[in-house]
Structures are given as C-alpha cells and as structure tokens.
C-alpha cells in the first residue's frame, strides 16, 4: 500500500490545520490507521490511532482535546483535524497503517505498524 500525506504547512499558534492521508494499492478498510510525529532532533512518537471502523480513537496526551482522527473507508482516507495548535507540534507527520487486520483495542506504537507514508511538515509560529 502506497501513502500519501497532506495538508501541512506553517500556521500560526492558535491556528487550525487538516491533514489528509489517502491510501493506494490496497484497501485499508479492516487496518487501524494512525498518525505519528516526528519533530526537529527527536524521535518519532505516537499522535492518534484510529480502529478499522472508526468507532475508537486514541490520542497522545499532548493532543487530547485539540486533535481529531477520523477516517472515509469509501475514499481509503484519513484524516488529522488539529486546532489550537502550538510552536510544540511542529513536526513532520506521518500517516501509517496498522498490522493487525479487523484491530480496534487501542493500544497503538510503531511497531504496530507496516506501512508508512512519506510525511508532511506542519509548522506552527509563535
């Protein structure tokens, strides 16, 4: 499966942004989809996570709040709604989808996941 991250750029603090990650090759409709982050000299953390049929989510706590997932199977797409953001969400996003087919249990880290897309910068200003 081929992933295609968008919808990053620079905002200011407060702002709001929508990420969009849209899959190909493949149905991803029975994988759990997640986001993950990667700032400037850090390693790569987890953000959300997202179950095969939308009805569980689980966020970062740094996010709680402030971040939705969501997900269109019929457009094998998936979505990060990020308002109120902050100079500390600056980061490379990545869109990922997981290994366990038909998994909603909410426990998601990097090595759940197999496929990865190549990331979008968002940037946010004080």
């Known amino acids: 499966v081929q992933l295609q991250a968008y919808g990053g750029g620079l905002v200011q603090a407060g702002g709001s942004l929508r990420l969009s990650c849209a899959a190909s090759?493949?149905?991803?409709?029975?994988?759990?989809l997640g986001w993950f982050r990667q700032a400037p000299d850090k390693e790569r953390e987890f953000v959300s996570g997202?179950?095969?049929?939308?009805?569980?989510?689980t966020y970062a706590d740094s996010v709680k709040g402030r971040f939705i997932i969501s997900r269109d199977n019929a457009k094998n797409t998936v979505y990060l709604q990020m308002k109120s953001l902050k100079p500390e969400d600056t980061a490379v996003y990545y869109c990922a989808v997981d290994k366990r087919p038909w998994y909603s249990g909410g426990f998601y880290d990097e090595s759940t996941f197999a496929s990865w897309g190549q990331g979008t910068l968002v940037t946010v200003s004080s």
């Open positions: 997202i179950s095969w049929s939308g009805g569980s989510t």
């Open positions: 090759g493949r149905t991803i409709n029975n994988y759990a």
